[in-house]
T-cell receptor
Framework: GENVEQHPSTLSVQEGDSAVIKCTYS??????FPWYKQELGKRPQLIID?????GEKKDQRIAVTLNKTAKHFSLHITETQPEDSAVYFC????????????FGSGTRLQVQP | NAGVTQTPKFQVLKTGQSMTLQCAQD?????MSWYRQDPGMGLRLIHY???????DQGEVPNGYNVSRSTTEDFPLRLLSAAPSQTSVYFC???????????FGSGTRLTVV
Protein backbone atom coordinates (compact mmCIF):
# COMPACT_ATOMS: atom_id res chain seq x y z
CA GLY A 1 0.00 0.00 0.00
CA GLU A 2 0.87 3.67 -0.03
CA ASN A 3 3.43 5.06 2.41
CA VAL A 4 3.88 8.77 3.00
CA GLU A 5 6.87 10.21 4.83
CA GLN A 6 6.92 13.80 6.05
CA HIS A 7 9.77 16.04 7.18
CA PRO A 8 10.59 17.83 9.38
CA SER A 9 8.56 16.76 12.40
CA THR A 10 8.96 20.20 13.97
CA LEU A 11 9.73 23.54 12.41
CA SER A 12 10.24 26.87 14.12
CA VAL A 13 10.45 30.08 12.10
CA GLN A 14 10.35 33.79 12.78
CA GLU A 15 7.28 35.72 11.78
CA GLY A 16 7.65 36.83 8.18
CA ASP A 17 9.98 34.01 7.21
CA SER A 18 9.07 31.20 4.85
CA ALA A 19 8.37 27.62 5.89
CA VAL A 20 8.78 24.51 3.76
CA ILE A 21 7.46 21.04 4.58
CA LYS A 22 8.34 18.06 2.41
CA CYS A 23 6.67 14.72 1.79
CA THR A 24 7.52 11.68 -0.23
CA TYR A 25 5.15 8.94 -1.32
CA SER A 26 5.71 5.39 -2.48
CA UNK A 27 2.83 4.55 -4.82
CA UNK A 28 3.44 5.96 -8.28
CA UNK A 29 -0.29 5.53 -9.01
CA UNK A 30 -1.27 8.13 -6.38
CA UNK A 31 -2.93 11.05 -8.08
CA UNK A 32 -4.14 13.49 -5.45
CA PHE A 33 -2.12 15.21 -2.74
CA PRO A 34 -3.90 17.36 -0.13
CA TRP A 35 -2.42 19.31 2.75
CA TYR A 36 -4.27 19.69 6.03
CA LYS A 37 -3.83 22.11 8.89
CA GLN A 38 -4.84 20.97 12.34
CA GLU A 39 -5.04 23.26 15.31
CA LEU A 40 -5.00 21.85 18.82
CA GLY A 41 -8.17 19.93 19.58
CA LYS A 42 -9.68 20.64 16.16
CA ARG A 43 -10.39 18.62 13.05
CA PRO A 44 -8.00 18.63 10.07
CA GLN A 45 -8.82 21.41 7.64
CA LEU A 46 -7.90 21.23 3.97
CA ILE A 47 -5.71 24.20 3.07
CA ILE A 48 -4.51 23.33 -0.42
CA ASP A 49 -4.33 20.34 -2.72
CA UNK A 50 -2.81 19.33 -6.00
CA UNK A 51 -3.58 16.69 -8.57
CA UNK A 52 -0.97 14.66 -10.38
CA UNK A 53 -1.46 16.46 -13.69
CA UNK A 54 -0.31 19.75 -12.17
CA GLY A 55 3.21 20.67 -11.03
CA GLU A 56 2.44 23.67 -8.84
CA LYS A 57 -0.53 25.38 -7.27
CA LYS A 58 -0.67 28.61 -5.31
CA ASP A 59 -3.26 30.19 -3.05
CA GLN A 60 -2.17 33.52 -1.59
CA ARG A 61 0.67 32.76 0.85
CA ILE A 62 0.47 29.00 0.39
CA ALA A 63 1.84 26.96 -2.48
CA VAL A 64 2.30 23.28 -3.19
CA THR A 65 4.72 21.74 -5.66
CA LEU A 66 4.68 18.19 -6.98
CA ASN A 67 7.50 16.21 -8.57
CA LYS A 68 5.97 12.99 -9.89
CA THR A 69 9.26 11.58 -11.10
CA ALA A 70 10.84 11.85 -7.67
CA LYS A 71 7.52 11.13 -5.93
CA HIS A 72 7.69 14.07 -3.61
CA PHE A 73 5.60 17.13 -2.92
CA SER A 74 6.13 20.16 -0.75
CA LEU A 75 4.15 22.84 1.06
CA HIS A 76 5.50 26.37 1.00
CA ILE A 77 4.17 29.08 3.32
CA THR A 78 5.50 32.58 2.76
CA GLU A 79 5.32 35.59 5.09
CA THR A 80 4.42 33.35 8.01
CA GLN A 81 2.19 34.71 10.74
CA PRO A 82 1.62 33.51 14.32
CA GLU A 83 -1.79 32.15 13.29
CA ASP A 84 -0.01 29.77 10.92
CA SER A 85 1.21 27.88 14.00
CA ALA A 86 -0.38 24.41 13.88
CA VAL A 87 0.32 20.84 12.85
CA TYR A 88 0.39 20.30 9.10
CA PHE A 89 -0.25 16.94 7.47
CA CYS A 90 0.39 15.89 3.92
CA UNK A 91 -1.57 13.03 2.40
CA UNK A 92 -1.85 11.04 -0.77
CA UNK A 93 -4.75 9.30 -2.48
CA UNK A 94 -4.12 6.34 -4.73
CA UNK A 95 -5.71 5.90 -8.11
CA UNK A 96 -8.12 3.24 -6.94
CA UNK A 97 -11.79 3.06 -6.07
CA UNK A 98 -10.88 3.19 -2.41
CA UNK A 99 -10.06 6.92 -2.44
CA UNK A 100 -8.61 6.64 1.03
CA UNK A 101 -6.14 9.18 2.38
CA UNK A 102 -2.73 8.01 3.53
CA PHE A 103 -1.29 10.64 5.86
CA GLY A 104 2.22 11.68 6.72
CA SER A 105 3.12 11.85 10.40
CA GLY A 106 2.74 15.63 10.62
CA THR A 107 4.88 18.73 11.07
CA ARG A 108 4.43 21.00 14.06
CA LEU A 109 5.02 24.55 12.82
CA GLN A 110 5.75 27.24 15.37
CA VAL A 111 5.86 30.83 14.15
CA GLN A 112 7.66 33.04 16.64
CA PRO A 113 6.36 36.62 16.80
CA ASN B 1 -26.22 21.58 5.66
CA ALA B 2 -24.41 20.34 8.76
CA GLY B 3 -21.56 18.57 6.95
CA VAL B 4 -20.19 15.60 8.88
CA THR B 5 -21.58 15.14 12.39
CA GLN B 6 -19.91 12.90 14.95
CA THR B 7 -21.22 11.88 18.34
CA PRO B 8 -20.23 11.71 21.10
CA LYS B 9 -17.42 14.28 21.35
CA PHE B 10 -15.91 12.62 24.42
CA GLN B 11 -16.24 9.13 25.87
CA VAL B 12 -14.60 7.14 28.64
CA LEU B 13 -14.95 3.37 28.53
CA LYS B 14 -13.82 0.58 30.75
CA THR B 15 -11.77 -2.23 29.26
CA GLY B 16 -14.07 -4.80 27.71
CA GLN B 17 -17.03 -2.49 27.18
CA SER B 18 -18.50 -2.00 23.74
CA MET B 19 -19.83 1.16 22.15
CA THR B 20 -20.74 2.75 18.86
CA LEU B 21 -19.33 6.00 17.52
CA GLN B 22 -21.86 7.71 15.31
CA CYS B 23 -21.13 9.51 12.05
CA ALA B 24 -23.67 11.14 9.76
CA GLN B 25 -23.31 13.36 6.70
CA ASP B 26 -25.95 15.31 4.83
CA UNK B 27 -24.03 16.01 1.63
CA UNK B 28 -25.05 12.81 -0.17
CA UNK B 29 -21.40 11.74 -0.25
CA UNK B 30 -20.78 8.20 -1.42
CA UNK B 31 -17.42 7.67 0.25
CA MET B 32 -17.09 7.61 4.02
CA SER B 33 -14.21 6.55 6.22
CA TRP B 34 -13.02 6.32 9.80
CA TYR B 35 -9.57 7.38 10.95
CA ARG B 36 -7.86 7.28 14.30
CA GLN B 37 -5.25 9.78 15.39
CA ASP B 38 -2.69 8.97 18.04
CA PRO B 39 -0.25 11.50 19.53
CA GLY B 40 2.66 12.29 17.22
CA MET B 41 1.17 10.36 14.37
CA GLY B 42 -0.88 11.07 11.33
CA LEU B 43 -4.37 9.78 10.89
CA ARG B 44 -4.64 6.08 10.12
CA LEU B 45 -7.50 4.50 8.21
CA ILE B 46 -9.64 2.02 10.14
CA HIS B 47 -12.51 1.20 7.76
CA TYR B 48 -14.05 2.80 4.74
CA UNK B 49 -17.16 2.56 2.57
CA UNK B 50 -17.62 3.39 -1.10
CA UNK B 51 -21.41 3.33 -0.86
CA UNK B 52 -24.40 1.98 1.01
CA UNK B 53 -23.99 -1.72 1.71
CA UNK B 54 -20.27 -1.74 0.87
CA UNK B 55 -17.50 -1.59 3.47
CA ASP B 56 -13.89 -2.64 3.60
CA GLN B 57 -10.91 -2.67 5.93
CA GLY B 58 -8.28 -0.01 6.12
CA GLU B 59 -4.85 0.00 7.72
CA VAL B 60 -5.83 -0.70 11.36
CA PRO B 61 -9.21 -2.55 11.37
CA ASN B 62 -8.72 -4.98 14.27
CA GLY B 63 -11.18 -4.48 17.11
CA TYR B 64 -13.60 -2.39 15.06
CA ASN B 65 -16.70 -3.10 12.98
CA VAL B 66 -18.63 -0.89 10.59
CA SER B 67 -21.80 -1.03 8.56
CA ARG B 68 -23.33 1.24 5.94
CA SER B 69 -27.07 0.68 5.71
CA THR B 70 -27.74 4.20 4.37
CA THR B 71 -25.76 6.77 2.43
CA GLU B 72 -25.92 9.17 5.38
CA ASP B 73 -24.72 7.04 8.28
CA PHE B 74 -21.49 5.18 8.94
CA PRO B 75 -21.23 4.01 12.58
CA LEU B 76 -18.03 2.57 14.05
CA ARG B 77 -18.41 -0.15 16.66
CA LEU B 78 -15.82 -1.06 19.25
CA LEU B 79 -16.47 -4.69 20.10
CA SER B 80 -14.48 -5.00 23.34
CA ALA B 81 -12.62 -1.81 24.21
CA ALA B 82 -8.91 -2.01 25.00
CA PRO B 83 -6.55 0.71 26.31
CA SER B 84 -4.75 0.59 22.95
CA GLN B 85 -7.92 2.03 21.40
CA THR B 86 -7.54 5.25 23.35
CA SER B 87 -7.36 7.78 20.55
CA VAL B 88 -9.15 10.54 18.71
CA TYR B 89 -11.46 9.22 16.03
CA PHE B 90 -12.40 11.17 12.93
CA CYS B 91 -15.06 10.37 10.40
CA UNK B 92 -14.68 11.82 6.91
CA UNK B 93 -16.66 11.83 3.70
CA UNK B 94 -16.13 12.71 0.07
CA UNK B 95 -18.41 12.85 -2.94
CA UNK B 96 -17.99 11.49 -6.43
CA UNK B 97 -15.81 13.73 -8.54
CA UNK B 98 -14.79 15.71 -5.48
CA UNK B 99 -11.35 15.40 -4.00
CA UNK B 100 -11.37 17.26 -0.70
CA UNK B 101 -12.47 15.20 2.27
CA UNK B 102 -14.79 16.75 4.85
CA PHE B 103 -13.93 15.73 8.40
CA GLY B 104 -16.18 15.52 11.42
CA SER B 105 -15.16 17.25 14.64
CA GLY B 106 -13.83 14.06 16.18
CA THR B 107 -14.52 11.79 19.15
CA ARG B 108 -11.95 11.68 21.92
CA LEU B 109 -12.09 8.16 23.39
CA THR B 110 -10.33 7.04 26.54
CA VAL B 111 -10.30 3.39 27.56
CA VAL B 112 -9.31 2.74 31.17
Amino acid sequence: GENVEQHPSTLSVQEGDSAVIKCTYSDSASNYFPWYKQELGKRPQLIIDIRSNVGEKKDQRIAVTLNKTAKHFSLHITETQPEDSAVYFCAAVGNTGRRALTFGSGTRLQVQP
Amino acid sequence: NAGVTQTPKFQVLKTGQSMTLQCAQDMNHEYMSWYRQDPGMGLRLIHYSVGAGITDQGEVPNGYNVSRSTTEDFPLRLLSAAPSQTSVYFCASIGTGIYGYTFGSGTRLTVV
